[in-house]
């Protein structure tokens, strides 16, 4: 009940095999090989959805750029259907008018619903295909409010691990 874990892009990848021997986890996909067949490196765009994850607590509903560098990044749920996630999506990919992408560029590796984060049942495990550590200061931003200084969005999620542990 005193750990939490955040796994990114292959980490991602690694924690979901290990979705047995996490409580709450067995919603999880694999991700397999983007639907492009390429590597994908560049900024999306993404939406945090309501769900339970101790790390985007109080993000819920901000659509924010994103780090993207993945060529395995397809969420690929067992019996294709993304459903039994439902609650507990931490991340879509969106488009340009803030819609669910389902179509490549704006979902960069084609999974259904753009899912490209999920939590556990009780949020203290969190994966996303996406990379946050990659553009957690403002400067690392195309485009910041002139009044942020040093921290860009994507510190909230950091800020909210350090508040997790007290």
Excluded at 6 to 22: E, F, P, R, S, Y
Excluded at 53 to 76: D, F, K, N, Q, Y
């Amino acid at each position: 009940a005193d750990t939490f874990t955040l796994g990114v892009c292959n980490g991602c990848q690694m924690v979901a095999t290990l979705k047995d021997l996490i409580p709450g986890a067995a919603h999880w996909p694999r991700f397999v090989r983007n639907r492009s067949e390429q590597f994908e490196a560049r900024l999306s765009l993404v939406r945090v959805e309501d769900s339970p994850s101790v790390l985007l607590a109080g993000m819920a509903g901000s659509h924010m750029p994103i780090a993207v560098a993945h060529g395995e990044g397809r969420a690929e749920f067992t019996g294709g259907d993304p459903a039994a996630s439902e609650g507990l999506v931490a991340l879509r990919f969106i488009d340009n008018h803030l819609q669910v992408a389902e179509r490549y560029p704006a979902n960069p590796n084609g999974s259904p619903a753009g899912i490209t984060g999920l939590t556990s049942a009780d949020g203290r495990a969190t994966i996303m295909m996406p990379h946050p550590e990659r553009v957690f200061r403002a400067v690392q931003s195309s485009w910041a409010p002139r009044d942020w200084q040093g921290d860009g969005a994507w510190m909230r999620l950091f800020r909210n691990a350090r508040a997790w542990l007290g």
